[in-house]
T-cell receptor, first 114, second 115 residues
Framework: DSGVTQTPKHLITATGQRVTLRCSPR?????VYWYQQSLDQGLQFLIQ???????AKGNILERFSAQQFPDLHSELNLSSLELGDSALYFC?????????????FGPGTRLLVL | GESVGLHLPTLSVQEGDNSIINCAYS??????FIWYKQESGKGPQFIID?????DKRQGQRVTVLLNKTVKHLSLQIAATQPGDSAVYFC??????????????FGKGTHLIIQP
């Protein structure tokens, strides 16, 4: 158990809908990273937040957004969902903001868009 | 496109043998590499990392080798056990100065342990 929690574990929704994925980092970690894992694209970095502020952006679509709250939990919002958004979404956390720190991954949220 | 890739999608080894998982990267500016293990239904788990100023780093039963000349990274697992069955990913990062650009992952190698 990495200490990172993600909810829900599974999510099934329809095209055009909007969903919110939630992540609680390990106690004491200030940085949260979001990744998408799909069969064709593999694991891709989406976005990072550090202590409530956006720190780095990766391959995140404009339909996707994230935020980190004062209690350091983070949410990833996916809107206007398409079939191709079906994937595993992982959250990872680290103590500070330097990516060379070990990132601890949560168990993921499996999203299925029908 | 990806700058990190793996040579073999599946590797099958006998229990007790040593496993070697390979990774090629294309960006010579990459200066930090990590190996992750992902078991079925779980998130990636950190195994070991190495910085570009090193050629070799050892952990418990694992060794990572970095050959910057040919841009090649390998993970060696000694005395492979059934619990080592998983998908192994290499990941890289480039120091762009900001220090926080996320990781770029390879596609993964599925390690299968045969009894």
């Amino acid at each position: 158990d990495s200490g990172v929690t993600q909810t829900p574990k599974h999510l099934i929704t329809a095209t055009g809908q909007r969903v919110t994925l939630r992540c609680s980092p390990r106690s004491g970690d200030l940085s949260v990273y979001w990744y998408q894992q799909s069969l064709d694209q593999g694991l891709q970095f989406l976005i990072q937040y550090y202590n409530g502020e956006e720190r780095a952006k990766g391959n995140i679509l404009e339909r996707f957004s994230a935020q980190q709250f004062p209690d350091l939990h983070s949410e990833l919002n996916l809107s206007s969902l398409e079939l191709g958004d079906s994937a595993l979404y992982f959250c990872a956390s680290s103590v500070e903001s330097q990516v060379r720190e070990t990132q601890y991954f949560g168990p993921g949220t499996r999203l299925l868009v029908l | 496109g990806e700058s990190v890739g793996l040579h073999l999608p599946t590797l099958s080894v006998q229990e007790g043998d040593n496993s070697i998982i390979n990774c090629a990267y294309s960006n010579s500016a990459s200066d930090y590499f990590i190996w992750y293990k992902q078991e079925s239904g779980k998130g990636p788990q950190f195994i070991i990392d190495i910085r570009s100023n090193m050629d070799k780093r050892q952990g418990q039963r694992v060794t990572v080798l970095l050959n910057k000349t040919v841009k090649h990274l390998s993970l060696q697992i000694a005395a492979t056990q059934p619990g080592d069955s998983a998908v192994y990913f290499c990941a890289e990062n480039i120091d762009s100065g900001g220090g926080a650009d996320g990781l770029t992952f390879g596609k993964g190698t599925h390690l299968i342990i045969q009894p």
